[in-house]
C-alpha cells in the first residue's frame, strides 16, 4: 500500500497545521476585546468545531466552512445542486457538535464569470439543505473574481457559508463529560460527504465521479433529539482528518471494534490509489459520518429509535484504535 497519498494529491497536512496554528497565536488576542462587555464574551479556545459567545443565558455558536475541491467535480459533470447542499451540511453539522440548535446561515459564492443557471441549481442545493437543517438563509455575498477563481473551462466558483446556532451554556457538550467506558455510536454518512475529494479525484476514474458528488448527509434533526432526550457526552462530525476526528473530544481514547462494512466507494478509492488502511481512516469517514458519545445504559434506547449504532467505547489510552477480527490499527497524524 502507498503511504502519503494525499499529500501527493497536493493536500499537506503538516502545512495546513502550521497555518492553521500562526493563525490561531495572532488572533486570540482578540478575545480580550469582549471581556469586559456585557455580552459575547468568547466562551472557548479557537480549534472547535463551532466557538461560543456569551449572551446571558445562552451562548451563540459560529461556525465556517465550505465544500472544498467537490466544486471541481461539480463543475466537470455540469451538476451543483449537491454542493449547495453539501454547504449547510458541512457547517450544521459542525454546529450540532457543541450540542447548539443551528437557527441560520449565510453563503458566499465567487464565481470566474457569473453564471445565472449555475447560481440558481447551487441556490436551489442551498435551499434544500435549509429546509432539512431547519435554518434560515438570511444573506450572503456573491463576487465576481475572474482574475482569482479558476476552475473547469469557465465554470469555475468557489462556496462558502457561515452558520449560527444556539444553546443554553447548561447544555453545551465539549467532551468533558466523557469517561471511560462510554460508548461510542456511528451514524452512516451518504458517501465520501465533502472531505479527501482531493486524493479521491486524483485516482477515480472519471466515469466514477458521479459518485463523489451524492450529498453530505445533515445530522441535525437526530442529534438534536438524542441530545433532547438522553445524556451526551461528546459530539463529532468526521470530517477532514477522518476519524482522528475522535481526538478533539478528549484525551481519553477511542477503541472502535465494531465499525460497519466498508462502503464499495471507498474501497474503489483504495484499490484505484493503492491507499493504506491508515491513510484510509485518517482522511474519509468510511461509512460513518457522525459518532455521539453515550452512556451504556442508553444505548438500546437510541439504537432502537434513531439511526445510530454501537462503533466502539472509550478506553484509558489516549489515541484511535480500528480493531477488526483480523486487525488493529492505531491512527497517527502522519508529518509529511
Not at 48 to 71: H, I, P, Q
Not at 174 to 187: K, N
Not at 238 to 260: A, E, H, M, W
Not at 272 to 297: H, I, L, Q
Amino acid at each position: 500500500m502507498v503511504e502519503n497519498m494525499y499529500a501527493g494529491s497536493g493536500v499537506d497536512f503538516r502545512k495546513e497545521n502550521d497555518v492553521v496554528e500562526a493563525i490561531k497565536r495572532i488572533l486570540r488576542c482578540t478575545f480580550d476585546y469582549r471581556v469586559n462587555m456585557p455580552y459575547g464574551q468568547v466562551q472557548h479556545d479557537l480549534g472547535a468545531y463551532a466557538n461560543m459567545v456569551s449572551l446571558g443565558d445562552y451562548s451563540l455558536a459560529l461556525t465556517t466552512d465550505g465544500v472544498g475541491s467537490k466544486v471541481l467535480i461539480a463543475q466537470a459533470l455540469g451538476k451543483y445542486e449537491a454542493v449547495g447542499i453539501d454547504c449547510v451540511a458541512m457547517n450544521v453539522n459542525d454546529i450540532i457538535c457543541v450540542g447548539a440548535e443551528p437557527i441560520a446561515m449565510v453563503d458566499y459564492i465567487a464565481m470566474q464569470n457569473m453564471d445565472i443557471n449555475i447560481a440558481k441549481e447551487i441556490a436551489w442545493g442551498l435551499a434544500k439543505g435549509a429546509k432539512e437543517a431547519n435554518v434560515a438563509i438570511i444573506g450572503g455575498e456573491t463576487a465576481s473574481m475572474p482574475d482569482v477563481i479558476r476552475g473547469v473551462g469557465d465554470r469555475g466558483f468557489d462556496l462558502a457559508g457561515t452558520a449560527l446556532g444556539v444553546v443554553k451554556k447548561d447544555k453545551i457538550i465539549t467532551g468533558s463529560g466523557i469517561a471511560v467506558g462510554d460508548v461510542v455510536l456511528g451514524m452512516s454518512s451518504s458517501g465520501v460527504h465533502s472531505n479527501g475529494l482531493t486524493l479521491a479525484r486524483n485516482v477515480l476514474p472519471k466515469n466514477m465521479w458521479v459518485n463523489l458528488l451524492v450529498p453530505t448527509k445533515i445530522y441535525v434533526k437526530d442529534v438534536l433529539n438524542i441530545i433532547s432526550n438522553y445524556s451526551v457526552s461528546g459530539l463529532a462530525h468526521i470530517t477532514g482528518g477522518g476519524f482522528l476526528n475522535l481526538n478533539r473530544l478528549t484525551n481519553y481514547g477511542f477503541l472502535l471494534d465494531s465499525l460497519p462494512v466498508v462502503p464499495p466507494i471507498f474501497k474503489k478509492i483504495q484499490e484505484f490509489g493503492n491507499v493504506s488502511d491508515d491513510e484510509m481512516y485518517r482522511t474519509f469517514n468510511m461509512g460513518v459520518g457522525f459518532c455521539v458519545v453515550v452512556k451504556p445504559a442508553d444505548v438500546s434506547a437510541i439504537e432502537s429509535s434513531f439511526n445510530a449504532f454501537r462503533i466502539g467505547k472509550i478506553v484509558k489510552e489516549s489515541g484511535v484504535i480500528i480493531k477488526s477480527d483480523s486487525s488493529e490499527l492505531k491512527l497517527t497524524r502522519v508529518i509529511y
